[in-house]
Structures are given as C-alpha cells and as structure tokens.
C-alpha cells in the first residue's frame, strides 16, 4: 500500500464529472487500499477518487461507525435531514461550514470485485456518503453552505 498526492481545490480534477469503473481488476484493488490509507494518514473520514488523481465513480468512507468502499455508488433512497459542519482534505479548513444533508440514505455500489450491495447509513456515514458522491459530480461542499435563514 502507498500514500497517494491528494489534489487540492484548484485543480482541475476537482471540478470533473467522473466516469463509471468499467474494469475490477488487481489495481482497482490497490487504488482502494490506497485510498483507505492515503484517508487515515490525513485524518479523515472519506475519500473520493478525483482527490487522489483518478476521474473515475469510487470513494472510501470509514466513520469509525461504518467502512466502506463504494465504486459506481448511487443514492437510491434518502430520509429526514441533518445540518452539521463539513471539511474536506481537498479544502484548506477555513472554509469549513455547515452542510444540510439528509439524515439517511440508502446506497447501491459495487465493491472492487464488482458485487453489487445495497446498504442503509444514518447520521456521520450518511453525510460522509453524500459529501463523497459529490465530489464525483465535480461539486465541493461548501457550494452548499447552510445558512441560517436569521
Ligand atoms: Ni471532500
């Protein structure tokens, strides 16, 4: 396993509409584990391929509640709401902010074998999730800053 470069705002990458992984073979696998510890040497909680350099559909999530790798991830159901502040590693911290997020979601993906999963996330993961599905649309966090309406 190996750290990756992670991309910071600015760059280009951030900004792009990511394709699906269309080919789960022995590097899928290394990018991901890759990408697991790339996430916990900089302390965070979800990782997105375009932040490593790789414009494709795949994110980590490790929560301490939930881990998770997601490749070609589509939120196929979502529940409630939750309002809480969000950073990113790809981000400088000044622009943290608060995010409004549903509260649940319910994501289909594939892990890097290529088996589908459907699974149901509350709270942090949930967040996570979405926060990382974003970043595969080219969309950063605090173009959804939530402002209180005061
Ligand atoms: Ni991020």
Redesign the pocket.
Known sequence: MAIRKIFKEGEDILKKVCRPVTKFDANLGVLLDDMFETMAAAD?V???GP?VGICRRLAVVDTGDDRLELVNPVIIESDGTQIGP??????DSSKNCNVLRPYKVTVKAQDRTGKEFTGTYVGLTARCIC??L??LDGI??YTKEYKDAQ
């Open positions: 965070g979800g990782l997105a932040q969000e950073g990113c590693l790809s981000v926060h990382e974003d970043h950063l966090f």
